[in-house]
């Protein structure tokens, strides 16, 4: 499973996303994920330490993990950031000391405009 680079639509600050990735092996049939933990990190400098990071999510739960199939979700409480370019990547913890990226880019960070959540 090579990394592949996508560099991910902007996402405004304060906004909800999701992110719905499918693991598969090259023919196309699933890979079940039921013990691998999904990693989504964002950094402005990707040499950072992720101690840096402005967003880091941590996946252990996945929605059809004998399908291969796990959801990356952000709150606003996640995308609350100073906007700007950033780095990101997605990997994959498949047993102790075996981790592969499989995505990896740039994502904006947007300035928004509508301030209250009431």
Excluded: C
């Excluded at 600050?13 to 990693?39: H, N």
Aim: aromatic content about 10%; glycine content about 6%; hydrophobic content about 35%.
């Amino acid at each position: 499973m090579p990394e592949t680079t996508v560099n991910l639509n902007s996402i405004f600050r304060g906004d909800s996303r999701e992110y719905l990735l499918t693991f598969t092996r090259d023919d196309g049939s699933p890979i079940p994920i039921g013990e691998w933990k999904v990693y989504f990190t964002v950094k402005k400098n990707y040499r950072d330490d992720d101690s840096k990071a402005v967003i880091k999510k941590d996946i252990s739960v996945h929605y059809d993990p004998d399908n291969g199939k796990t959801k990356i979700s952000l709150l606003p409480v996640d995308t609350e950031v100073v906007p700007g370019n950033y780095f990101y990547d997605i990997q994959a913890k498949r047993a102790v000391n075996d981790i592969i990226t499989v995505l990896a880019g740039k994502v904006e960070i947007k300035s928004d405009v509508t301030r209250r959540a009431d």
